[in-house]
């Protein structure tokens, strides 16, 4: 059989509108009147990308190879007659270009279905699962190494810091960590726990307070953190939720990046209230357990709503604490709805005097 | 037997966005099953459907690159970036403070060195693996000079607060393109960094005052300075490149490609690359006495990937 196709020399771009014949183990390309004999064997097939029967092939022992084009659909299978060994591969973009728009948007759908569920359910899984597994010593240096850092800007008061870890003590609160807790004067009215067992207390927190419940409650509240492994834990799935998004990224556009970055920060940020709702209700569990009167957490939140001087309210949607009047209220429910007993902590008031 | 017309010429883009849609998600999805390892193979996929839908003067390009040489640029540039991390790593947790300074300036000064290697390696790569054809194109920079001339632009940028920005652009673009070969074509570049500094201070502060309605006559000369000053040189004989675009094609363009974005939540990606290829391909008008027929194969084979890759991985755009 014989093909029309265009043979490029390897040196020139010249076009030569030549006769392939393929014949005994070769293929004879004619031009005018000389002839160019191919050995099947030395041929080099490229894979084509824009038409199955568009066939390119190399020849030649080494670079700058000769080629020849050509497309014509019996070529491809006269070629594998005579060398069965040849390399044919297609990527038949054809299939891709009949894709019918139902069946584009059928794929889109699965993909983003495909993202989203990564997005929500297995990657923040398999975070939850690695932090779960990080072992208290490793998060105690973590802690201790932040805690270095950040201390060096404390004025810390140490008499109240000897009573308040020896209230702590008082809890009776088993605990893997060893929990360390530290005043420092500040005129910000704030607490925070670090992963691994810090607790640092603003002292102006302390001097809002009136009573030792709401102090028990605060410590009950901040030790859950340590405990629930709260860092560690928004620290892999943010890992793990960025990962996925950038991955999504790296073939989206700057438009829907900006997007859906944003998208994430209000997702972390109802990931962050969730866990303040679990130190809330895990620290009224430690409350009660120690015969601590519940209304202390409230009494806190009811403080904490106090204003701060020019401090503006933030839309509860935004914010990081869910609005305090929305925890009191859950609080109230899950310790109103059981029958418990609670007494005065002589011990505990003691302490609180020096505070 | 060939048709010599004098009407200028053009690239042409044949690929749809369906096309390129399929080739994509195919990538992205393999790309994430096998936790990026994919990666190479699939940007040899949509390299070579790009070129192969790319037509000059009725013959289509080739991208001759694999994804096996890309896998093992890869491997390499992940290494080399994965050993600068260690060593800056095992320097800062010492405890000494000499090897911490040490650790400190060696992390600095690969960082920039980083740069012009994988612009020189990739281009090396993209160029020799590109074709037309059977003729190669290649890249004859040296390594050494790209690098003294980055670090040189790039400390007179930080010093003059930018304002260098223009002339050092402009020189990478001159030494970069003017080392490119297409067989036995070569290119040069035309540009100055002061009428680019002049382009750039009138399109911003017209574009302030206008609300960014000028911002398309912007665009549109920062496209013309790009393409108007290549010149194609055959036989020692300079031909020009023309960008035709008009801001309100350019307004045209991005208005729906942003709705596009915007109504299908980024899914319309693939046809508005399209979009965006053609629009470049159709504006660039090439002017008609340039004769494709008679070029001749001068450049050598090149296979290290390396360069590519990292540009990759840097996230740095130079073409």
Known sequence: ???????????????????????????????????????????????????????????????????????????????????????IKNTDIKFFQSLSNKSIVGIAAACVAFILLSYFVLIPALAELIATQVPPS????????????????????????????????????????????????????????????????????????????????????????????????????????????????????????????????????????????????NGLKLMLDAGINPQGMVNLFKHLKEPNEGSLEIPEFLSTHPLLDERIKNIEKKYKSKAIRFQKNEKLAEIWKRL | MELITKEPKSLKFNGSGGALFGILIVNFLLTVITLGIYYPWAKAKRLKYLYAETELDNSRFTFHGTGNEMFKGFIKAIGLIIAVYAVFFLCMFSGIMALRIIGFLFFICVFFLLGPLAIHGSLKYRMSRTSWRSIHFGYRGIRKELIIMYLKGLFLTIITLYIYLAWFVCDLRRYIIGNIRFGSISFRYEGKGGDMLVMNLKGFFLSLLTLGIYSFWWFRDMMKFYIDNIKIIKNEQAYNIQFKGTPGDIFILFLLNYLLIIFTLGIAFPWVMVRNIKFIYENSMIDGEFDTSNIQQTEEDYKDATGDDMLDMLDLNII
């Open chain 1, 1 to 87: 059989m014989k093909f029309d196709a265009a043979y490029f020399d390897g040196n020139s771009s010249h076009i030569y509108q030549v006769t392939a014949e393929i014949n005994h183990g070769s293929i004879l390309l004619y031009h005018d009147t000389e002839l160019v004999i191919w050995d099947v064997n030395k041929i080099i097939f490229e894979e084509s990308y824009f038409n199955k029967h568009n066939t390119v092939l190399k020849y030649g022992e080494k670079f700058p190879y000769a080629s020849l084009e050509l497309t014509n659909e019996a070529f491809q299978g006269c070629l594998l007659k005579l060398n069965p060994q040849l390399k």
């Open chain 1, 138 to 281: 490793y998060e105690s240096e973590l802690g201790e190494n932040i805690y270095y850092q950040i201390s060096e800007e404390f004025e810390i008061d140490e008499e109240k810091t000897q009573a308040a870890n020896d209230f702590f003590n008082e809890l009776n609160i088993k605990s893997n960590y060893p929990i360390q807790i530290t005043v420092v004067n500040s005129p910000i009215k704030n607490a925070f726990a670090l992963p691994g067992g810090h607790i640092v207390v603003y002292d102006e927190i302390l001097q809002s307070m009136n009573s030792e419940e709401e102090f028990a409650a605060l410590l009950c509240h901040e030790y859950s953190h340590v405990n629930l492994k709260h860092t560690t834990r928004s620290l892999f799935r943010s890992l793990g939720t960025y990962m996925v998004i950038s991955l999504v990224l790296s073939d989206i556009n700057g438009i829907m990046g900006v997007v859906i970055e944003n998208a994430h920060n209000v997702k972390s940020l109802s990931y962050t209230r969730s866990l303040e709702e679990e130190a809330d209700y």
